[in-house]
């Protein structure tokens, strides 16, 4: 999964990705209906200017189809600039 994320977002010429799997931690809670719970930290010039809202939806979109297909139950999204990566 982590690699076909990575894929889809690569028109966003990412810079810096990191991808956890927390879908353990996850196991067995009700709304749990078998798709992965993950978190990504993205960076990417594409960001800059944007808002944390537009920046979330350009990472959702080209992962519309896995949310759907209940492939991603949750994905936890970081996404930042370059300059807002270093300064952390």
């Known amino acids: 999964m982590q690699q076909h994320i990575a894929e889809r977002l690569s028109a966003l010429n990412l810079q810096h990705y990191e991808f956890s799997d927390d879908s ?3 196991a067995g809670h009700a709304d749990n209906t078998g798709g992965g719970h993950y978190r990504i930290l993205v960076v990417s010039e594409a ?4 808002s944390r809202l537009a920046r979330q ?5 080209p992962l519309q189809d896995l ?6 139950h949750a ?6 600039t370059p300059g807002e990566y270093a300064a952390c």
């Open 24 to 26: 353990h931690l996850h």
């Open 47 to 50: 960001f800059n200017g944007r």
């Open 57 to 61: 939806r350009m990472i959702q979109t």
């Open 67 to 72: 949310f759907s297909q209940g492939v991603i």
């Open 75 to 80: 994905l936890s999204i970081r996404a930042l």
